[in-house]
């Protein structure tokens, strides 16, 4: 497991950090609290070829690889995880599926727009009842016309209050994941944005639900073939869940960074407590943690740009990174005593962000399930 970064890979990186440490990082708190969606930041992201750096140069975007996205996603997510959200769904969960099984009118319909951030995209696969269990959605989408009705409901649907693009699954056949298909669309009659789901943490990033009531879609507007759907969603989320490690490697950075400075200048009983193991070991125990977690992720994404198999890869990534995020928080918190249980620091953020990285686009239960898949084959089904 040899992982290089070329040249390219660190300019991207550097641009990231660098816009992270001006753009984001100053006001990331201000944010929060307010819990305010900064879409002027995340466009101008998108002027810079971060927002979804893996489109083509042909379709408008930076051309750049996997190994690309998670360098910027990681920089991002370091200076506030809530705002890389938007970077993980519109490159991994909306250009990602376009280029895999869009048609050419798609794509140049969609993709420059997604690439340059004028228009904003959403992945609406999961629903209240079908979570982890993707092929018990419920959704439908039935043959009207020249086109589909879509009707149904979809919940935990990141970017979707601001969303100009929707990939959509839903079920036009039987029962199963056969019956499953696979639409973009832009808003129309019969689109409606519920509620802004109250969250634990990434308080700057946009989680709703959807509802469709018969909203009708082109017949142009199926993305790959009829019944194929859920196998498109299964590859999308093979490749996003690398993308989820590495914002998990920027959260665990960032509080590895916030305990070492806090540390390093907290005086007690005639000193920086950095001076304590009690203090030190911790520390030290999740900075060789993460350095484990973000090999993994960038060999994941190094298999990913090699077109070689990286489903149990990226799971192992996302398994590890993510409990490393959390372990990270918590020294962080805990490093900090009573300030980081404090709303006024940044570790209390960190903690309550790190947690989502273990549920979203598959538990670490799921995580756990694809790895032994892997490894047991048929044994384990």
């Known amino acids: ?67 690309s996205l998670c360098l910027v996603v990681e920089e991002i997510a370091r200076a506030d995880a809530g705002t890389s959200v938007s970077i993980a769904v519109q490159s991994g969960l909306v250009a990602s599926p376009l280029l895999r099984a869009g048609t050419e009118a ?93 969250k634990l943490g990434l308080h700057t990033s946009s989680t709703v639900e959807l509802a469709f009531d018969s909203m009708h879609v082109p017949g142009h507007a199926l993305l790959g073939p009829e019944g194929e759907g859920l196998k498109l969603a299964l590859a999308t989320l093979d490749g996003g869940r690398i993308t989820i490690a590495a914002q998990a490697c920027g959260i665990a950075q960032a509080a590895i960074d916030l305990s070492v400075a806090y540390a390093s200048e907290r005086d007690a009983f005639g000193g920086p407590i950095a001076r304590f193991q009690g203090v030190q070991f911790p520390i030290a125990d999740v900075a060789a943690q993460l350095d484990a977690a973000r090999l993994l992720t960038l060999h994941a994404a190094a298999l990913r740009d090699a077109g070689e198999p990286h489903g149990a890869a990226g799971a192992k990534a996302k398994l590890f990174a993510s409990s490393v995020a959390v372990r990270a928080a918590d020294v962080a918190v805990q490093t900090l005593g009573g300030y980081g249980y404090s709303a006024e620091y940044d570790a209390e953020r960190l903690y309550r962000d790190a947690k989502i990285t273990e549920i979203y686009e598959g538990t670490s239960q799921i995580q756990r399930l694809v790895i032994a898949r892997d490894l047991f084959g048929d044994a384990a089904r």
């Not at 589909?148 to 029962?175: L, P």
């Open 106 to 198: 798609q794509k140049d319909e969609w993709l420059p727009r997604i690439a340059s951030g004028e228009v904003l995209g959403c992945y609406a696969l999961t629903e209240p009842d079908a979570g982890s269990d993707t092929a018990a959605l419920r959704t439908r989408a039935t043959a009207s016309g020249d086109g589909w009705d879509i009707t149904g409901s979809k919940q935990w649907i990141s970017n979707g209050s601001m969303a100009d693009v929707f990939i959509v699954f839903a079920r036009t056949g039987g029962e199963g994941a056969r019956g499953v298909s696979a639409f973009v669309t832009g808003r129309a009659p019969g689109l409606e944005v519920g509620r802004e789901i109250p």
């Open 1 to 67: 497991m040899t992982v290089t970064l070329s040249e390219a890979h660190r300019d991207v990186r550097a641009l990231a950090r660098e816009f992270a440490a001006n753009e984001i990082a100053p006001r990331a708190a201000e944010w929060n609290a307010a819990k305010h969606v900064p879409i002027d930041v995340i466009r101008r992201m998108g002027s810079l070829g971060l927002l979804a750096p893996t489109i083509p140069e042909q379709y408008g975007g930076a051309g750049l690889d996997a190994t």
